[in-house]
Each structure stands twice: as structure tokens, then as C-alpha cells.
């Protein structure tokens, strides 16, 4: 179990985004329903881990909430809107998520394509509202440009394009690096962008970026070893079959020992981010 204090930064997340989105509606009936549906989609019961990370690291370097909300919120957009998009016939082919139907299900393709596109959208001008109304521009505009650079294609997108390919023939090198890619680069931009709105050294910046890769490969392949049974019967090719369950294990054991390292070398093994660690790897959240 997680402290309270994760559920605190849940509520505030969730609270900002609502609260953004119910902002946008007009007196256009159709553009209202459609953000309903884009609210549909967020809150079908997300577990806010890299919106929650970043709020976490920037408490503990004290940054103000009101300076990286901006930047948490359109990190969850744009997991949203990875996740409708992933969903959809033309990629993983899902009908439900989270135990709810999946967005096109609900409610039709068409909507769920640009729901996907809006949130991809609302995510830069979330930001650059923050940009231009406040101080600390340079900084922000580097972290902005690492948000970009990471869901794009030599991050988060890439590593979807690798992954819809033919992928039978995958070294283990290729499958770590797309998971990398994939889903490790969203739980880096967690970690860092707190490290440029402090205007932290580079040496640090790198050492953020090792700690957002080893939790997030740690959490792809505790992902990978949950969903062997499933992945086994299709016969996707993951690092647990190109690997085996031991070696697997050993692999997860290294990145969560690597996380633990850099906690302690920023002086943060008594957070609730070293707690979010240990259940990420016990699964309990
Ligand atoms: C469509 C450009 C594009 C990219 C999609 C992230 C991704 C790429 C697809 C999602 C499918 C998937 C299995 C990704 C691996 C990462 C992962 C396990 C995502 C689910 O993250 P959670 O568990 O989701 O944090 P919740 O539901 O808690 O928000």
C-alpha cells in the first residue's frame, strides 16, 4: 500500500485536468459531448504513476505545484491519448481498458482518433499558456522541447512504430531498446523535467533521466511477466520470450537495484517515490 500522500497528488492531478477540460466547453453542443468523451477516456481509472512521479521529484526539489502542474498534466494527456490510440482496430484492436469499454466502443472510431489528436494538441498549449504567462521561460522551454522529443518518434511514437512491425526476429538488445522507446522515455520525462524547471546541473539531469529509465523498464517488464499467459497464447514477442522468466527476473531485479542507487545518491530513499518503487515491483498499486 501507498501513502496518502500519492492519493493527494492523484486528486490534485485529477482535479487540474478536469477542471481544464470543463473549461474548454462552449455553447457548442457537439464540441461539449466531445470533450465528455475525452473525459470518459481520463477517467476510466488511470493510475496517474508518471503525472504522480513528476509531482513527487518536484516536491522533493522544491519546486512550486503551480509551476509543474502544466507539465503533469500534459504528461498524462499524452499517455491519455497513446492509450486511445493503442486501443483502436487498426493497432491493438482493444475493446475494453481499465475494465470499461475502450473509447471507439463507447463511443465511435471517429471520436477516438480525434480525441487522441486533441489531447496531443491540448498538451503543447496547456504548456505554452504556462510559457508565456510566467518567468523561468528558458527552462521551461527545454522541458517542453523533452516532452516533445520523448512521446515523438525517437521516443514513445518510434517505439510504437518498431512495435507494430513484424517483430518475430527482435534481439534482446532491440526489444529493451524498444521498450525503452516506449514506455520507458514517458517515465524520463517524469523525473527530468522537474530536474530543468530547477535549472539543475547536467550531470544531475542525466542522473534523473537513468532513474526515470530504470523505473520505467522496471515497469514494462513487471508488465511483460503479469501478461505472460496472454502473450504466450498470441505469441507476441516480448522480452520474456526472447529471455526466459529467469533471466527476466534477474533483468528487473538490476533496474529496480539501479533505482534504489540513484534514490540514494539524490538523498531520496525515505520518499514516497522509493514507496511507489517497491510496489511497482510487488505490483500493489
Ligand atoms: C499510439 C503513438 C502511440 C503509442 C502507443 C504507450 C503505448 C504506445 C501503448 C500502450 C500499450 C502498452 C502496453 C504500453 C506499455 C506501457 C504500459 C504498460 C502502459 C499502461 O500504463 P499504465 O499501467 O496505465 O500506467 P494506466 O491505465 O494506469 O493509465
Known amino acids: 500500500m501507498l ?5 493527494e497528488y492523484k486528486i490534485l492531478i485529477d482535479e487540474y485536468i ?3 477540460f470543463n473549461m474548454r466547453k462552449s455553447d457548442n453542443k457537439s464540441i461539449n459531448a466531445f470533450i465528455d468523451a475525452v473525459l470518459y477516456s481520463y477517467n476510466s481509472g488511470g493510475k496517474r504513476i508518471r503525472p504522480g512521479i513528476m509531482l513527487m521529484i518536484s516536491d522533493l526539489i522544491e519546486i512550486e505545484i503551480r509551476d509543474i502542474m502544466p507539465f503533469a498534466a500534459a504528461l498524462e494527456m499524452i499517455h491519455t491519448y497513446s492509450l486511445i490510440h493503442d486501443d483502436l ?5 482493444d475493446d475494453m481498458r ?4 475502450t473509447l471507439h466502443i463507447k463511443y465511435n472510431e471517429g471520436v477516438a482518433v480525434l480525441a487522441g489528436d486533441y489531447l496531443l ?3 503543447s498549449e496547456i504548456i505554452l499558456d504556462d510559457i508565456v504567462s510566467s518567468a523561468n521561460t528558458m527552462n521551461k522551454l527545454k522541458a517542453f522541447k523533452y516532452l516533445y ?7 514513445m511514437l ?3 512504430v518498431i512495435d507494430i512491425e513484424d517483430n518475430d ?3 534482446k538488445s532491440e526489444v529493451l531498446r524498444m521498450y525503452e522507446q516506449k514506455t520507458a522515455q514517458l517515465f524520463k520525462v517524469s523525473c527530468v523535467i522537474p530536474g530543468y524547471l530547477k535549472g539543475l546541473e547536467n550531470y544531475k539531469i542525466d542522473k534523473l533521466e537513468e532513474l526515470g529509465k530504470s523505473i520505467g523498464m522496471t515497469f514494462q517488464l513487471i508488465d511483460d511477466l503479469l501478461d505472460r499467459e496472454e502473450d504466450e497464447e498470441i505469441g507476441k514477442t516480448t522480452v520474456l520470450s526472447i529471455l526466459g522468466l529467469d533471466e527476466t527476473k534477474q533483468l528487473i531485479d538490476d533496474y529496480h537495484r539501479k533505482s534504489k542507487a540513484l534514490l540514494v545518491d539524490f538523498g531520496f530513499e525515505n520518499s514516497v517515490l522509493s514507496e511507489l518503487i517497491n510496489s511497482l515491483v510487488l505490483r500493489s498499486i
Do not use: I, T, V, W
Not at 3 to 7: G, M, P, R
Not at 89 to 93: E, F, L, Q, R, V
Not at 98 to 101: E, F, T
Open 169 to 171: 526476429s527482435m534481439s
Open 98 to 101: 481499465r475494465g470499461k469499454p
Open 158 to 160: 518510434g517505439g510504437q
Open 149 to 155: 522529443n520523448s512521446s515523438g518518434l525517437e521516443g
Open 89 to 93: 482496430p487498426s493497432m491493438d484492436d
Open 18 to 20: 478536469n477542471n481544464y
Open 121 to 123: 494538441n491540448e498538451a
Open 3 to 7: 501513502s496518502a500522500k500519492f492519493d
